[in-house]
């Protein structure tokens, strides 16, 4: 579960740069479970009315890494990652986004470390 405050900043009409703030519970079926925050910044290239390019990095870490390690049985590691990413979206309205997204996140926990594409959807209100 997670929640993310984003607030974007328009320079042009093409370049809009950005900033996130996340909080978030990772739960596991055990029932063990840690608090993680998050913080993003990139820029959004608007390439046509409904075709936009976004790139950016986001860094992750666990309020508490003890109790990460607890509920991965995980000692000595951290939950702390840092995720670079490109990704081309489609607007399908003014709410609705779909997109492909190609990313790249680095950590000392090799299980953290992740190259993959990824199918993106975003409803903003």
């Known amino acids: 579960v997670e929640l993310k405050i984003k607030k974007s900043y328009a320079l042009t009409d093409t ?6 703030l996340r909080l978030g519970e990772k739960i596991r079926s055990n029932g063990n479970h840690f608090t993680h925050y998050a913080v993003d910044g990139g820029v959004k290239f608007k390439l046509m009315e409904n075709l936009a390019f976004d790139t950016g990095v ?3 870490n666990a309020l508490d890494n003890s109790k990460f390690q607890k509920a991965y049985d995980k000692d000595g590691y951290t939950y702390e990652s840092t995720r670079v990413h490109g ?5 399908l309205d003014k709410n609705n986004t779909l997109g492909l ?12 470390e992740r190259t993959g594409w990824r199918v993106h959807y975003q409803h903003s209100y």
């Open 58 to 60: 986001r860094y992750r």
């Open 87 to 91: 990704m081309l979206l489609f607007d």
């Open 15 to 20: 370049i809009s740069p950005y900033v996130a």
């Open 101 to 112: 997204r190609y990313t790249k996140s680095v950590a000392d926990d090799y299980e953290e």
